[in-house]
């Protein structure tokens, strides 16, 4: 295969990584972008495993953008959460548990928890399949070290890991009849679908009015999304859409993106809500991926 080819054929996988990685699509495209020059200067020599190196340039290149972002993020005005992302719903996302489950919203927000490195062992390795001898090589560190992160990762994941009890349908219902509740004003309804102890989650960056902590309680987070919608900008328009490979709602005006909401189910009550109003990160396109 050509150079190109060989790129192009990896080129899903490794912006799937780097998204993970960073939460930031721009940011992952970037990655991608400079792994591809990197490639292109390698390409003539003998390259034995593509993939691997592939994969060894974005993570490395990963690690060193989050560590310096560290102190972006602690600054950030308001709770920072992960650029959504539109997805075409490819079948690589779809059919595959680990993939699908570790681009929600919800985990991603999950990962910021772990340092550079944490992330990229269990990414690599709980998500990607890759063995620990080969994350050793990728990251620069011994296999045992590596297995000892790795184990460390997992076990703040699974303390935190988000529940997915709704399917995509069951989800879609909820996002309609949520849609539907808060665009009449009915209070009752709102609180109909809402758990007791729900939390809103909302970024705006400081870029746009949005909470600045975190709303819990389910009367609470109704009032809160009434109050928004009442402020909204006239013309709004609301379209369900996958985001994060799962449904979500994009809210529009004059066909740009306003807001993007995402919702984290358990029984038949949305316990999480994450919206992101920040219009820096309501840029991206569709993407496949894995």
């Known amino acids: 295969m050509a150079g190109v080819d060989v790129f192009t054929t990896h080129r899903p996988m490794l912006f799937g990584l780097a998204y993970r990685m960073l939460g930031s699509v721009m940011d992952a495209e970037d990655i991608v ?12 020599a003998t390259v034995e495993e593509p993939r691997a190196y592939l994969t060894t340039v974005v993570t490395r290149l990963c690690i060193d953008h989050l560590r310096s972002a560290r102190m972006r993020r602690e600054q950030y005005v308001g709770p920072w959460l992960p650029e959504p992302l539109v ?7 779809s ?4 993939l699908a489950e570790s681009l929600s919203m919800a985990f991603l927000v999950l990962l910021e928890t772990l340092t550079p490195q944490e992330r990229a062992v269990f990414l690599l390795h709980d998500v990607f399949g ?4 080969e994350i050793a090589t990728i990251i620069g560190k011994s296999e ?8 460390r990762a997992r076990k703040r994941v699974e303390e935190r890991r988000p529940r997915f009890d709704a399917s995509p349908d069951q989800q879609e219902r909820l996002l309609r009849r949520f849609v539907q509740a808060s665009t009449n004003g009915d209070m009752d309804a709102l609180l109909g679908l809402l758990a007791d102890d729900v939390t809103l989650w909302a970024d705006g960056g400081g870029k746009v009015q949005a909470a600045l902590h975190p709303i819990h309680g389910a009367r609470n987070v109704a009032r809160g999304a009434l109050a928004a919608l009442a402020k909204a900008p006239p013309g709004l328009a609301v379209r369900i859409a996958p985001v994060n490979g799962r449904p979500g709602i994009i809210a529009e005006i004059d066909g740009q993106p ?19 109003a920040n219009p820096d990160k309501l840029a991206s396109r569709p993407h ?3």
């Open 33 to 44: 972008q400079e792994a591809y020059l990197r490639w292109q200067q390698v390409e003539g």
């Open 87 to 93: 997805t075409d719903q490819a079948p690589e996302v």
């Open 95 to 98: 059919n595959a548990p680990a």
């Open 130 to 133: 890759y063995s620990y001898a």
């Open 144 to 151: 045992a070290n590596c297995r000892q992160i790795g184990g």
């Open 258 to 276: 306003y807001s993007v909401l995402t919702i984290e189910v358990v029984g038949d009550r949305i316990q999480t809500i994450h919206t992101v």
């Open 288 to 290: 496949q991926l894995r």
